[in-house]
């Protein structure tokens, strides 16, 4: 048995600090799969998150992910993003997609059963809310461990991380 099978496999369900749910369809997850790192020499990987504000509500459904791409660089306990590359995914879906499927943050697998950000990681998140573009107050920042997947939202006015809680 590997640890993989104690991730979650049906969709998952944030809440929101003041609201609304974060819904990770099944898909999604069956994608990041592959990468979790149940092996001493699976490297960290990683990537952005993509999807829709649900209209007339707070709820938000992540319909893509961008995968470990060429120019990304990865370590067992690092791993750093090439810009150019995922951001031209995230430029097409958001035109595929009639403007609908936005950039909404990241996501990366660590080493450890029950995730928790890294100083580093921190800095980073706080970063992407300063320098990155995106339409709204908050960005989510998703790691996954070899057990649990859990997930942060940034409040870019208040300059704050907050762990969600799974419904
Ligand atoms: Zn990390």
């Known amino acids: 048995m590997s640890v993989t099978d104690n991730l979650p496999t049906n969709q998952i369900v944030y809440l929101r600090p003041k609201g609304g749910r974060v819904l990770i369809p099944e898909v999604i997850l069956a994608s990041i799969a592959p ?12 990537g952005v998150i993509m999807g829709r504000y649900i209209k007339d509500c707070e709820d ?10 060429l ?8 791993f750093f993003r090439n810009k150019k590359s995922h951001q031209k995914v995230i430029d ?11 950039y909404l943050g990241g996501w ?3 080493p ?9 990681d921190k800095n ?14 908050c960005l989510f920042f998703m790691i996954v461990g070899t057990a649990e997947i859990r997930l942060w939202e940034g409040n870019k006015h208040k300059n704050s991380l907050t762990a969600l809680n799974r419904i």
């Open 35 to 46: 990468y979790v790192q149940n092996s001493w020499n699976k490297p960290e990987a990683g």
């Open 108 to 110: 990366h697998t660590h």
């Open 60 to 69: 938000i459904v992540v319909d893509k992910i961008t995968l470990p791409m």
């Open 92 to 102: 097409h879906e958001w035109e595929a997609s009639n403007y609908t499927c936005t």
């Open 71 to 78: 120019g990304d660089k990865s370590g067992r306990f690092s």
């Open 112 to 120: 450890e059963p029950v995730p928790t950000p890294s100083f580093v």
């Open 124 to 137: 980073d998140w706080k970063r992407n809310m300063k320098q990155d573009f995106f339409d709204s107050n």
